[in-house]
């Protein structure tokens, strides 16, 4: 008889989980019970940098807003007075030597539309922690505050999120979690830079990472990408110096300049559906990278500063070919026979081995006869002639430009 091993589970590593000595905004939130002809929409925790609070820094002009807070007073929006005096005799003491209370944000039965716009002059009211349900969020603009958790419900939608404000989260240094509402298509530009989050799962829907988006995130350890992105901007996750690993979704087509730059990913397995890439340069971990068929653009500094690699295979479908000019990280160069293809512009890396550049590259292009260009470096034609005399003259007459 088999002795019974207990499974016994393993916490995840990336988890945020709210400080317990905080108040239970979950709890508090769920067992409140609205004023009549209102629906809560949100808390807000802060802790007690101020002896006030002005709930117009929460809702920007939200006429039909309501807040509730955790001293048990109660007050309608006012745009000429917003601020309440906290009674601190309700606060709760937390263990790392502050105090935390609460609001409650409610506003009128199907009025979902809410402005966040002014969260940013939250920072000297202390915000910790916003918890936003069934709301539809016209604009965010929560920058340079002390929050750690940016939290939304299934419920909760966007509406223009193209518009929002630049860096609407960015520089948010203790910021460590974050749940984004569905139906954003496309994330701003710096949206998360310089912030602590360890992980994020981006929601479907989302179709574009504008460029500079999570950059610096430099405890970003992992990216869950949805099905429906397209496209990574410029420097979209550059200088995310945690970030060991990425699976990219199939129907991506662009990553943009840098996307990667300086992250220390040690493999990566490029989707079918992308078309267009120049990203990994300066990733100094990486030690396998796997371009798909159906790849057409390799573009300048893609791959700079990475540590050697055994060897890259160049796709049949690739057209433009910038990016492998200081190739370091290169030992051999793999091509299918006769696959380049008209108007091909190919910068043919100097420090290749010889042996492998002759064998794997040169003596394989076809003789399609319409003048493809190889750019070869003083060095490398020395080194080639030196290996072979024979290579260059017979590329030139097979109509190529040396």
């Given at each position: 008889?088999?002795?019974?091993?207990?499974?016994?589970?393993?916490?995840?590593?990336?988890?945020?989980?709210?400080?317990?000595?905080?108040?239970?905004?979950?709890?508090?939130?769920?067992?409140d019970t609205p004023p009549e002809g209102f629906q809560k929409r949100a808390i807000f925790?802060?802790?007690?940098?101020?002896?006030?609070?002005?709930?117009?820094?929460?809702?920007?002009?939200?006429?039909?807003?309501?807040?509730?807070?955790?001293?048990?007073?109660?007050?309608?929006?006012?745009?000429?007075?917003?601020?309440?005096?906290?009674?601190?005799?309700?606060?709760k003491p937390c263990d790392l030597g502050y105090n935390t209370r609460y609001c409650i944000v409610y506003t009128l039965i199907g009025q979902r539309?809410?402005?966040?716009?002014?969260?940013?002059?939250?920072?000297?009211?202390?915000?910790?922690?916003a918890y936003i349900d069934d709301v539809n969020i016209t604009n965010l603009y929560c920058n340079?505050?002390?929050?750690?958790?940016?939290?939304?419900?299934?419920?909760?939608?966007?509406?223009n999120a193209d518009n929002w404000n630049l860096y609407a989260l960015a520089y948010n240094y203790n910021l460590k979690h974050v749940v984004l509402?569905?139906?954003?298509?496309?994330?701003?530009?710096?949206?998360?830079?310089?912030?602590?989050?360890?992980?994020?799962?981006l929601p479907e829907g989302l179709e574009e990472i504008v460029h500079d988006c999570f950059y610096n995130c430099f405890k970003l350890e992992k990216v869950t990408f949805p099905k429906s992105l397209t496209k990574i901007g410029e420097y979209a996750f550059y200088y995310c110096i945690s970030l060991e690993k990425i699976e990219l979704n199939e129907g991506l087509k662009y990553i943009g300049s840098y996307a990667f730059g300086y992250c220390p990913l040690r493999e990566v397995k490029l989707p079918s559906t992308l078309k267009h890439i120049s990203c990994f340069s300066n990733c100094w971990n990486l030690k396998e990278l796997i371009l798909p068929e159906g790849l057409e653009r390799i573009e300048s500094g893609v791959m700079d500063g990475m540590t050697p690699i055994e060897e890259l295979k160049l796709p049949s479908s690739l057209t433009q070919m910038y990016g492998i000019e200081n190739d370091n990280f290169?030992?051999?160069?793999?091509?299918?026979?006769?696959?380049?293809?008209?108007?091909?512009?190919?910068?043919?890396?100097?420090?290749?081995?010889?042996?492998?550049?002759?064998?794997?590259?040169?003596?394989?292009?076809?003789?399609?006869?319409?003048?493809?260009?190889?750019?070869?470096?003083?060095s490398n034609t020395s080194a080639i002639n030196a290996y072979d005399p024979t290579i260059i003259p017979a590329l030139q007459a097979k109509n190529y430009s040396i």
């Open positions: 008889m088999k002795k019974y091993i207990p499974v016994i589970p393993i916490a995840d590593p990336f988890a945020w989980t709210p400080n317990p000595t905080w108040w239970d905004y979950k709890a508090v939130f769920e067992n925790l802060f802790y007690d940098s101020s002896h006030e609070l002005n709930v117009n820094d929460i809702v920007d002009y939200q006429q039909d807003a309501y807040f509730r807070f955790s001293d048990g007073r109660e007050r309608p929006y006012d745009n000429n007075n917003g601020y309440h005096i906290w009674d601190t005799s309700y606060d539309d809410i402005n966040f716009e002014n969260l940013s002059s939250s920072n000297s009211n202390g915000i910790l922690l340079n505050t002390s929050i750690e958790a940016f939290i939304t419900t299934k419920k909760t939608t966007v509406s509402p569905k139906g954003i298509k496309k994330l701003p530009y710096g949206f998360l830079g310089r912030t602590a989050i360890r992980e994020i799962e290169l030992k051999k160069l793999i091509v299918d026979e006769g696959f380049i293809p008209p108007g091909t512009y190919f910068n043919i890396p100097y420090r290749l081995s010889i042996p492998s550049l002759c064998e794997d590259f040169l003596k394989k292009f076809g003789d399609n006869g319409s003048n493809p260009a190889i750019h070869l470096s003083g």
